[in-house]
């Protein structure tokens, strides 16, 4: 039986594999997710034939299957995948590897998502932590950490300090030149729906057209992604009084309703009302 290779350095064979996990990436961040699945089968496929389920290219094909599941609000799916990942790191001991780290952030935001708190502000509170000591308080690796530690602040109730990270995310994205990715619309969509708990619609406003240019440019097919953006438009809408517009994007919303995972059952409920 031929050993599992341990080199981290991939050879000619290991590069197609990473290269159609990428691809694969990339399609489920589109909503492109039947056609991610096929690149995603055959690399999980080719690494695990090559590696040990504890190495760093099999977390790294975990973390992508799982963020396909995440993309598609399968979130207890993705949830059991990145669990198996924290578990893999740390008994290799792999705290500070870069695939660790990305993965044990999807789960802080999808155990957000699930509601389990306490389990999520844990896995964002490391997955920062290791960011920081890899980057230091710049990039965009270290931005996108720190916004979904914003997340985990504001689900905690504390919007004014959740605001603040979100800004300084975005601060390390343009300091690094990167102003238009998903990522930093994932920002400002984020700080969209923040500004509104603090009682600021017109600037929610301003972020939502930020998130929606990138968005339409990006991941037009992303009916999660859309769903996310149109219900909170409608909310910064009805904030400033404009009901018939924010009724009719909400009767928009709820026609997307295979996706209606990214939003929480009050969210919805809610859309559903303001559409009536």
């Excluded at 993309?71 to 669990?83: I, K, P, T, V």
Aim: aromatic share 2%; charged share 25%; hydrophobic share 45%.
């Amino acid at each position: 039986m031929t050993p599992k290779k341990s080199s981290t350095n991939p050879g000619p064979g290991d590069q197609n594999a990473l290269l159609l996990e990428h691809l694969g990436r990339l399609l489920a961040e589109r909503g492109d997710y039947a056609e991610a699945e096929v690149p995603l089968r055959e690399s999980a496929g080719m690494i695990a034939t090559l590696f040990a389920p504890d190495h760093p290219f099999s977390i790294g094909a975990l973390g992508a299957q799982a963020a396909l599941a995440y993309e598609r609000q399968r979130y207890d799916e993705a949830a059991a995948l990145l669990s198996r990942s924290a578990e893999a790191c740390d008994a290799a001991e792999l705290e500070g590897d870069t695939r660790c780290i990305a993965n044990r952030q999807l789960l802080a935001d999808t155990l957000l998502r699930l509601g389990r708190l306490d389990e999520a502000a844990v896995a964002s509170s490391r997955s920062l932590d290791q960011r920081r000591k890899r980057v230091g308080e710049s990039g965009p690796d270290y931005a996108n950490a720190l916004r979904t530690q914003a997340s985990v602040l504001r689900a905690r109730g504390d919007a004014t300090s959740a605001l603040a990270a979100f800004d300084a995310a975005l601060a390390a994205n343009l300091k690094a030149g990167v102003s238009a990715n998903l990522d930093v619309a994932n920002l400002h969509g984020e700080r969209a729906r923040t500004l509104l708990l603090l009682g600021k619609p017109e600037q929610a406003l301003s972020s939502l057209d930020a998130a929606e240019t990138i968005v339409q440019r990006l991941a037009a097919h992303n009916r999660g992604r859309r769903l996310r953006l149109l219900a909170t438009r409608a909310d910064a809408l009805l904030a400033l009084r404009r009901d018939t517009e924010a009724t009719a994007l909400a009767r928009e919303a709820i026609s997307l309703q295979d996706a209606r995972g990214v939003l929480d059952s009050g969210e919805w409920e809610h859309m559903q009302t303001l559409a009536r």
